[in-house]
């Protein structure tokens, strides 16, 4: 029994090294709705023209997937990709929990405030020019 969950174990890891390098950024204080908008902007770009156009962004989603992509950029890094080549292939943006707060109103009423948490994941490949 232990020797097959060892067997799948190393085909789990063995599947990780093959695929994309990806990075993610978990628990954002952000809308994922917000984060979005980014997102499909840097999808399918080179990472250099990704990162450049997201230091010019005035919103403020910018800097996590910034983080987030030069993350993947080092995971890359560490499985031997070519560098020059990356390509972001995927970008997603999921919502992650909701912290629940509550703002006194008048006449002894509670209005709920909804603080969106999201999570980022970006995946890059070498593309194949």
Known sequence: MASREKKKAENRKQARADGPAQAQSRGLRMSARKARVLANL????????????????????????????DSAVANADQRGLDL?????????????????????RAHGRAYRIRKQTSHITVQLTASVD
């Open 84 to 104: 020059d080549n990356l390509v972001i292939s995927n970008v997603q943006i999921d919502k992650g929990p909701i912290m629940r707060r509550f703002m006194p």
């Open 42 to 69: 840097v999808r399918g770009r080179s990472v250099d023209e990704a990162l450049t156009m997201l230091a010019f962004q005035p919103r403020r989603a910018a800097v996590p997937l910034r983080k987030a992509i």
